[in-house]
């Protein structure tokens, strides 16, 4: 596997407070993105980052905020948690961007009472 | 925008038969075909990809064939093993840069 880790593994929350996800890297590759995925749902690209301090939104980004502050982090904040964001969360890396492998790590399964 | 749909969702086959999963879409810009495999408790691992300057990939067992003109790609599974048992998914990625995924097919091989 890519050097990519996620944290923590797993959390659970109550309705209401924020929440933080974090993914790291050490392939030193441009490109980050967070996805959630969901039951008949696929994986759905939630922000996703081009360079240290750009980021972008993708499908389903509201209630969410991301930050990057260095190339190898890149975190998922959920300002007031609610129960629709009960899902799992993958952090994925590419070197290329879109067209390229984009390698995924572990995942964090998060509950929201 | 950029829309892909997988048929079907659920595909249970025995052991050694062959395995199709379709995916179709809508935006003609899109140029990279990527296919994901996701097992049980796992993260998605890329399985093999098309770009659109080809109409057909293999790697042994599995093979990708693209159709532009009709806008579909489908991912074929020859001989399949129990091992093969996993979500597979389709994406696309066009002039966004970014990867839109299909909803993921279950795939069962029984022994």
């Known amino acids: 596997d890519a050097g990519i880790t996620q944290s923590p593994r797993h959390k659970v929350t109550e309705t209401g407070t924020p929440v933080t996800l974090r993914c790291h890297q050490t392939?030193?590759?441009?490109?980050m993105y967070w996805y959630r995925q969901d039951p008949g749902h696929g994986l759905r690209l939630i922000h996703y980052?081009?360079?240290?301090?750009?980021?972008d939104k993708g499908e389903v980004s509201d209630g969410y905020s991301v930050s990057r502050s260095k190339t190898e982090d890149f975190l998922l904040t959920l300002e007031s948690a609610t129960s629709s964001q009960t899902s799992v969360y993958f952090c994925?890396?590419?070197?290329?961007?879109?067209?390229?492998?984009?390698?995924f790590g572990p995942g964090t399964r998060l509950t929201v009472l | 925008g950029e829309n892909v749909e997988q048929h079907p969702s659920t595909l249970s086959v025995q052991e050694g038969d062959s395995a199709v999963i379709k995916c179709t879409y809508s935006?003609?810009?899109?140029?990279?075909f990527p296919w994901y495999k996701q097992e049980l408790g796992k993260r998605p691992q890329l399985i093999i990809d098309?770009?659109?300057?080809?109409g057909e990939k293999k790697d042994q067992r599995i093979a990708v064939t693209l159709n532009k003109t009709a806008k579909h790609f489908s991912l074929h599974i020859t001989e399949t093993q129990p091992e093969d048992s996993a979500v597979y998914f389709c994406?696309?990625?066009?002039?966004?840069?970014?990867?839109?995924f299909g909803q993921g097919t279950t795939l069962q091989v029984k022994p």
């Open positions: 935006d003609s810009a899109s140029n990279y």
């Open positions: 980052s081009y360079g240290v301090k750009d980021t």
């Open positions: 098309i770009r659109s300057n080809v």
């Open positions: 994406a696309l990625s066009g002039n966004t840069g970014k990867l839109i």
């Open positions: 994925a890396i590419s070197e290329i961007g879109g067209e390229g492998e984009q390698f």
């Open positions: 392939e030193n590759h441009r490109y």
